[in-house]
């Protein structure tokens, strides 16, 4: 038998060139891809927006295109919400236990009700939570059924998490019981840290309101950062610096695929790439939507139908409630001073959370105003000298430059000042009841229990005497249904509450049409 030589070499030939395609094709890099999701406490949604139930499908489809998929979730969804006012929170655990997600950072906003009700939520949670730079006060370790970091791992890839939680967990939603870490530290031990436990990237996942990390991409103690909201803050940076001006409040999932290439070095890059989901694109998923739609029904009977009519629109648009007299701000304090028979009204813009309009003829439901008034504040009443109501009130004049949620609203007061004016300084005069406010003189202030406590920085509140009266420890939101359902019209007006005499600070006409 003869054997031709040149035949066999260019089979060889061709067989190695086969081999070297298969190689080549087989070192095409693998990726592993992170969903990021959050900032998103509330079930109920205006008709026709998408939410969890799309949500969903878009982690199944995702999942099923690349099983080296990870859901990552930024937290600030446990509350503040319609029906968590009802179960602190707890529903929406059962939801995104059924999303399943790999992690959740832990937000301020999960301490919507308090320190206990959210470690209930997190012994809940089939989902480790983390953060990195709060502790618990007293045993000065992590909170119960916290992690302070997580490691995740998808084939070769190990993706270490960080999560970094606002001061304002403590100062602002009062819990006390908590620690806080400066964040910086935080994340560049927890970094370090993960890194010596294998992680070939670490990602920040950051609810620290309006600070910028990005020096932490910068200098390599992370390599892609997640911010918890996207609106007047830095957003989200992957490991290249890509700028993401768009998140989940404007319904995006980010998308982030990491993955290994070879440097000039010889040595593997971590390289990533971003891209933006819509929430739109997907259908919703059917065990997702029936589990919320269950929510929804019986929320739908808690709350009941219309009960009242809105007779002059008004808005309760965050920019407003946390900035200048609002016309729906000034009806909640009037209900809550009215309900404990006090002299005069505080209460903090961030009590009240609809961000919506309302126009003419709009028939107002239960569900609306607890919308509103989503954390279950309770009313309180203390008595305060006029000095200390003038301090009260400069810091919530502060708040309102910043257009921050310790804004102050005002019941029976007339409040003017100059914001040009230097901190502390600024308010020219107090009047109640078109008296002025004397500083020896002694008031009784109507509040809420959480204002009451001297949290988001109202120390003089919490320093107050208590009184414990007839009208006092109402939840607030039932008490302005009550008081809406006596008149049987929503009418809310602007009254010159608050006045800057500073002319490019003065009040629009907001929230008095009767179109």
């Known amino acids: 038998m003869q054997i031709n030589i040149r035949r066999c070499r260019t089979y060889i030939l061709w067989v190695l060139v086969a081999l070297s395609v298969a190689v080549n094709a087989s070192a095409a890099p693998v990726k592993t891809r992170v969903l990021y999701f959050s900032s998103f406490p509330e079930i109920m949604q205006p008709e026709g927006k998408p939410g969890l139930a799309e949500l969903a499908t878009a982690i199944h489809l995702e999942t099923a295109k690349n099983p080296n998929t990870f859901f990552v979730h930024g937290g600030a969804s446990l509350g503040p919400s319609v029906f968590g006012a009802m179960d602190n929170g707890a529903h929406m655990v059962d939801i995104l236990n059924a999303l399943n997600p790999s992690v959740m950072a832990i937000g301020k906003r999960e301490f919507s009700y308090g320190y206990d009700n959210f470690i209930l939520n997190a012994l809940s949670a ?37 999560a970094l939680t606002s001061a304002n967990a403590i100062v602002e939603y009062g819990s006390t019981q908590a620690k806080f870490s400066d964040p910086d530290t935080a994340a560049t031990d927890a970094a370090r840290q993960l890194r010596l436990e294998g992680a070939d990237t670490v990602i920040l996942l950051a609810d620290t309101d309006y600070d910028d990390l990005s020096g932490l991409r910068a200098d390599g103690t992370v390599d892609v950062i997640f911010y918890t909201h996207n609106f007047d803050n830095p957003q989200s940076l992957d490991r290249q610096g890509n700028l993401l001006t768009e998140g989940a409040m404007d319904g995006m999932i980010i998308a982030v695929d990491f993955w290994f290439e070879d440097g000039a070095d010889g040595l593997p890059n971590l390289i990533t790439s971003v891209e933006l989901l819509p929430l739109s694109k997907f259908e919703p998923d059917p065990l997702v939507a029936e589990i919320i739609g269950d929510y929804q029904q019986r929320l739908e009977q808690l709350l009941g139908p219309g009960i009242a009519t809105v007779t002059k629109s008004f808005d309760t ?26 002299d005069i009204a505080l209460l903090n813009g961030g009590t009240i959370r609809g961000n919506v309009e309302y126009p003419f003829g709009h028939k107002i439901s239960r569900g609306d105003i607890q919308r509103e008034l989503p954390f279950g504040g309770r009313t309180a009443m203390v008595r305060m000298s006029g000095a200390d109501i003038r301090q009260t009130l400069e810091h919530g004049v502060d708040c309102g430059l910043r257009v921050d949620g310790c804004f102050t609203h005002v019941g029976n007061l007339k409040v003017t000042l100059d914001s040009r004016k230097s901190k502390g300084d600024r308010i020219i005069s107090i009047s109640v009841g078109g008296e002025p406010v004397e500083p020896d003189t002694y008031y009784r202030v109507a509040t809420s229990d959480f204002m009451a406590r001297g949290n988001d920085g109202f120390e003089h509140l919490g320093k107050a005497e208590k009184i414990f009266d007839a009208g006092t420890n109402r939840v607030i939101w039932n008490v302005v249904v009550e008081y809406i359902m006596r008149s049987g019209e929503v009418a809310p007006t602007l009254e010159g509450r608050i006045q800057d005499i500073a002319p490019q600070n003065k009040a629009p006409e907001n929230g008095v049409s009767n179109e």
């Open 317 to 342: 648009l965050r920019s407003n409630i946390r900035s200048r007299e609002n016309a729906f701000a000034n009806l909640i304090v009037d209900a809550l001073r009215e309900q404990v028979s006090a």
């Open 126 to 162: 089939s989902f480790p939570l983390v953060t990195s730079n709060l502790t618990d006060a007293q045993s000065n370790g992590p909170i119960d059924a916290t992690y302070p970091t997580y490691l995740m791992q998808a084939g070769d890839l190990s993706i270490g998490v960080i």
